[in-house]
């Protein structure tokens, strides 16, 4: 059994889909931490862990996401869950207005196996939206369309979502290392 600890129910229920299908034995560790301000998801996400490791008597993940739009050079990237509590979809459509829309989301994995932090990346291209739509997933999804396709991430079935997106990226390579280590 490996714990995922998050306070994001949408997350878990993506991770939880893919980590099944694999036969890997997943339980949801609901909590939410304080991160640290930093210029990188990958330096958020491994301090986060670092922070709870020894807090937990099991092996744990965690993840950090940010939506980088190359217009706003990288805006919001580290910042993504405080711009979604404040200024939301809304606010980010309101600051491109006719500006460039091509944008990524980032998920980077830090996994704490008892003696080290190992971490799995994973990354979507895509564009900013002219407006919101989709009434699935969560946070930006509504303004996100992956490259390639013309429904935006909110528009998407969790499967559809799966099949293609940063976090599933992270977590196939993440699941791949597993794999071996139980060798
Ligand atoms: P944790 O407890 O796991 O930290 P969180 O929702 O705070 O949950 P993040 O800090 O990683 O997660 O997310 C930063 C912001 O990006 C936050 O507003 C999320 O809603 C949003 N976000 C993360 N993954 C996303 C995805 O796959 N699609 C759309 N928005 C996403």
């Known amino acids: 059994m490996i714990k995922f600890v998050t306070s994001n129910r949408n997350k878990f229920q993506e991770v939880k ?43 744990f993940f965690l993840e950090d996401t940010g939506l980088y739009i190359d217009p706003l050079n990288g805006f919001p990237g580290p910042y993504s869950s405080y711009v979604q509590r404040t200024i939301g979809n809304k606010g980010i459509l309101r600051l491109l207005h006719n500006n460039g829309r091509d944008a990524a989301f980032l998920t980077v994995i830090s996994y704490w196996n008892g003696k080290e932090i190992v971490q799995f990346s994973g990354e979507l291209r895509g564009k900013i939206s002219y407006t919101e739509r989709g009434n699935n997933g969560f946070g930006y999804d509504p303004i996100f369309i992956p490259d390639g396709y013309e429904k935006s991430l909110a528009e998407m079935t969790v499967p559809e979502k799966n099949a293609i997106s940063h976090r599933s990226i992270a977590v196939l390579k993440f699941i791949d290392y597993l794999r071996k280590e139980d060798e």
Not at 23 to 50: F, G, L, N, P
């Open 17 to 59: 889909y893919l980590m099944e299908a694999a036969r890997i034995d997943v339980e949801w560790h609901e909590m939410k931490y304080e991160e640290i301000q930093a210029d990188t998801t990958e330096e958020i996400s491994r301090d986060s862990c670092a922070k709870i490791a020894g807090g937990l008597d099991s092996r």
